[in-house]
């Protein structure tokens, strides 16, 4: 069956350390991916996506991730994080060949940040 | 807020009770989606519509669960005769259908307790 893997459960860092978040999907060809956030008491809401072309993508408060198709990757990254990114980061592709229908999601990373 | 909502937010329910659950997708969406998140998980796909039309559902949606979007605007999610296994956040997020370039906006979600 296809699957995503977040290879961190929790992740616990000091506010200004960089951040990268694994995530590994299991198939190849044709993929749009995507990083969800949660933030405490909050629903989930999208922080970026990857259709095509430059496989380094910006989304919101400063995160990216880079697609890197030999390694079937999509690892969410910030440079200096702050206390604000306490959250729970998930991925998430469509199934391959789907067509807008359901999204797979990762069992996601907890992420706290200490002030 | 134009956002997805959902309710009730909170619902306690004794087991063998039958529970219903309402979504209203933002106004200009045509596809809806049910989602099931269990603690420590990513979101589950159940079903989704694209206007009034089911268009697919997961193995997870026994036939103790069913969906409906009658007008092709609200949806419900009907659990009959519930079970402890059943207590999970149910989540319902819409898209606008525009291939594969979509983005699924998520609701609050709806936490049932089944005790």
């Known amino acids: 069956a296809q699957s995503v893997s977040q290879h961190n459960h929790h992740v616990i860092l000091s506010e200004a350390a960089s951040l990268e978040l694994g995530c590994n999907y299991s198939y190849g060809g044709t993929v749009n991916l995507f990083w969800y956030v949660q933030y405490p008491g909050q629903h989930l809401q999208l922080l970026l996506k990857?259709?095509?072309?430059?496989?380094l993508v910006k989304g919101i408060k400063g995160f990216e991730a880079e697609f890197i198709k030999s390694k079937f990757s999509f690892n969410l990254r910030k440079p200096s994080v702050q206390w604000s990114d306490t959250a729970e980061y998930f991925c998430?592709?469509?199934?391959?060949?789907?067509?807008?229908?359901?999204?797979?999601f990762g069992q996601g990373t907890e992420l706290s940040v200490k002030p | 807020d134009t956002g997805v909502s959902q309710n009730p937010r909170h619902k306690i329910t004794k087991r063998g009770q039958n529970v219903t659950f309402r979504c209203d997708p933002i106004s200009e969406h045509n596809r809806l989606y049910w989602y099931r998140q269990t603690l420590g998980q990513g979101p589950e796909f159940l079903t989704y519509f694209q206007n009034e039309a089911q268009l697919e559902k997961s193995r997870l949606l026994s036939d103790r669960f069913s969906a409906e979007r009658p007008k092709g605007s609200f949806s419900t999610l009907e659990i009959q005769r519930t079970e402890q296994g059943d207590s999970a956040m149910y989540l319902c997020?819409?898209?606008?259908?525009?291939?594969?370039?979509?983005?699924?906006?998520f609701g609050p979600g709806t936490r049932l307790t089944v005790t």
């Open positions: 997020a819409s898209s606008a259908s525009s291939g594969p370039h979509y983005e699924q906006y």
């Open positions: 990857y259709f095509s072309g430059d496989p």
């Open positions: 998430a592709v469509p199934p391959q060949n789907n067509q807008g229908g359901k999204l797979i």
